[in-house]
């Protein structure tokens, strides 16, 4: 059997059984409904799926100014509502964890309502029994649209004005789940110019599927991932399929005095897995098993040559690198191709509360509470090369541990991600960890009772990486970190930043079509040079700011934020800076660091942290 067959037919193996399982509710939704249970209690007799469009229907005018705003939010509800294509019903059904004809379970009804509210589509769900009569009860699924065609254009201003993304998509189309966009990155060295196709229903079933492509500063970008996610905390089985294919630079931020503002690495990566996990237990109390494969092959054809320095931040106009840089640059320039067995194991004992105001500025989320632990391990079973650090057989780990809580006020959740190799073999770092990466996040959220507008939100987040052979470097500046600085600003190896926010919700002039919110924000927080090139030791670092945020259409999840913030150790105007773009801190979002993610090599964990 050649390499072309077996690698099919090992996708088939994995995939079998979350496929039988997904045949088995297809065909029971086909068929007629099935004859009523005998139950302990009652028994659902009929489902009525009830989807509303993004707004109500218009109220009746009434005369004078108050009259004049009326009209005019009537009149852009309806435009909206005739622009937008409501969700099928079918496919509302088909998310369902019940049918007519089975015995009432008030968590197949609360999972279902979550599982809706989870799709970036909808807005809201309410999923509601009406008893009928003796055992017998009808459930009304009832949902509102989220507005699905959506142009996205962010931005940041410090000595001068800059888009850094444009982008135009449709998360809906024709009601059916499927995701079509196109848009143009532009941020520093990321020059991304594609376009993404994702389904949450593939083919009619539970399957997941997503495809993206196009063109970055120096070659091309394709990911493609087909899986069966956990669904809700009643799923056993999930699988994940993928692979990623990506050519371009890695920018390595200058410490201020240098001769330029970034030096840039070509990488040419490229990833691929497949997982198969299973999950026993109840509820509450569930055990998660998982195995599979998965391959990298990381690059750097460019190295040395292709070193490369940018002044001012312009990385359309490239000049070589001198023989310092590139060996400032060379500890993490181990290229490797290598394929790993992978194993997972871990224990989740999570329920979901709803909360209002949270992130969303007057919507409703979903919040984790309880506890979870994940380990993965993975070992490789073909010889790599190209590095004395990635030679002979490597044993990769990672642990994920997660906590929440909550009460009517308050709400904190933390979560902390650490993983690392170890090579074994001739190489001369042989028994010696690297590559090791770690996170940690902990948000706590207040609501007083006594004032039903603010929303005082503490975040405290670490990042670090130590003994890298990979591109790694993190900044301690930035919309990720502390704002109000550049965010190519202290190079580091870790750091660690604080961030307080007081959200205030306010009565907008239309509050019937968006939400509208002011928030008060100070960062503060410190950088570490550690062992990564360009490192530096930043100290206390603080910032304070003010910005504007805004959800549409009203009650949407989605917050869109303009921040204006500047360091408290400048006194002068030049040191404002402008965003446009997302909360810092935010459960809806999750935990990732975006810095960290982009040197962390393909892991079967990120499949199997949550559910849907």
């Not at 982009?598 to 892991?603: E, H, L």
């Amino acid at each position: 059997m050649t390499a072309s067959t077996v690698r099919p037919a090992v996708f088939g193996l994995l995939l079998w059984p979350a496929l039988a399982a997904e045949t088995s509710l297809a065909q029971e939704a086909r068929s007629d409904p099935p004859p009523v249970r005998d139950c302990e209690g009652a028994v659902i007799t009929r489902v009525f799926v009830d989807n509303h469009s993004i707004y109500d229907a218009p109220e009746p005018d009434t005369s004078g100014a108050a009259g004049l705003v009326l009209r005019f939010s009537n009149w852009a509800r309806s435009v909206a509502n005739r622009l937008h294509r409501r969700t099928r019903p079918s496919f509302i059904e088909r998310e369902l964890l019940f049918k007519a004809g089975d015995c009432l379970e008030p968590l197949m009804l609360d999972e279902s309502e979550r599982l809706l509210r989870a799709l970036p589509f909808i807005a809201e769900a309410d999923v509601y029994t009406v008893p009928i009569g003796g055992d017998e009860v009808h459930v009304v699924v009832d949902t509102r649209d989220d507005w699905t065609l959506k142009l996205d254009v962010r931005g940041d201003w410090d000595d001068r004005l800059r888009l850094t993304h444009v982008g135009l998509t449709e998360e809906n189309l024709w009601g059916t789940g499927t995701l079509i966009g196109f848009y143009l990155s532009e941020r520093d060295e990321k020059r991304d110019l594609g376009g993404q196709f994702r389904t949450e229903q593939f083919a009619g079933t539970r399957l997941d599927a997503h495809v993206s492509g196009g063109r970055t500063r120096t070659g091309v970008f394709f990911t493609e991932s087909v899986s069966y996610p956990f669904v809700g905390e009643v799923g056993q089985w999930a699988f994940v399929e993928s692979f990623a294919l990506r050519e371009d630079l890695f920018p390595y931020a200058a410490p201020a005095g240098s001769s330029f503002t970034n030096a840039s690495l070509p990488i040419q990566t490229r990833y691929g897995e497949a997982t198969l996990g299973r999950r026993f237990g109840t509820p509450g109390d569930l055990t998660v098993l998982a195995g599979g494969v998965s391959w990298e092959d990381v690059r750097f054809d460019g190295f040395p040559g292709g070193v490369e320095v940018v002044s001012g931040f312009d990385f359309s106009v490239r000049d070589t690198a001198d023989s310092a840089t590139i060996e400032a640059i060379r500890p993490q320039v181990a290229a490797r191709k290598s394929g790993y067995l992978n194993i997972l194991a871990g224990k989740r004992n999570v329920r979901f509360i709803t909360r209002r105001g949270l992130d969303a500025i007057r919507g409703v989320q979903d919040v984790r509470v309880g506890t979870q632990a994940l380990v993965a391990l993975g070992t490789s079973f073909r010889r790599q090369w190209a590095s004395p650090a990635a030679a002979g057989r490597e044993i990769r780990g990672k642990v994920s541990l997660f906590a929440g809580s909550a009460r009517s006020n308050w709400v904190f959740n933390t979560e902390l991600n650490l993983e690392g190799a170890r090579s074994f073999g001739d190489g001369s770092d042989g028994g010696n960890f690297r590559d090791v990466l770690g996170e940690f996040d902990a948000y706590f959220y207040w609501h007083p009772v006594t004032s039903g507008r603010h929303t005082f939100v503490a975040g405290l987040s670490g990042a670090g990486g130590w003994r890298n052979t990979l591109p790694f470097q993190l900044t301690v500046g930035g919309p990720h970190g502390i704002r109000g600085y550049d965010r190519e600003d202290f190079p580091a190896a870790q750091r660690l930043v604080v961030n307080l926010e007081d959200r205030i919700r306010l009565d907008g002039p239309f509050p019937d079509l968006f939400d509208l919110g002011l928030v008060l924000f100070i960062d503060a927080g410190a950088g570490w040079s550690g062992d990564v090139p360009f490192g530096t030791d930043s100290g206390l670092r603080t910032s304070a700011g003010v910005g504007v945020r805004v959800a549409l259409p009203a009650g949407a999840r989605q917050v869109w934020r303009l921040d204006v913030a500047a360091p408290l150790e400048c006194r002068s105007v030049q040191c404002v800076q402008v965003r446009a773009g997302a909360d810092l801190v935010s459960l809806l979002t999750g935990f990732d660091d975006r810095q960290v993610r982009r040197s962390r090599a393909a892991s079967p964990a990120a499949a199997f942290l949550g559910s849907r």
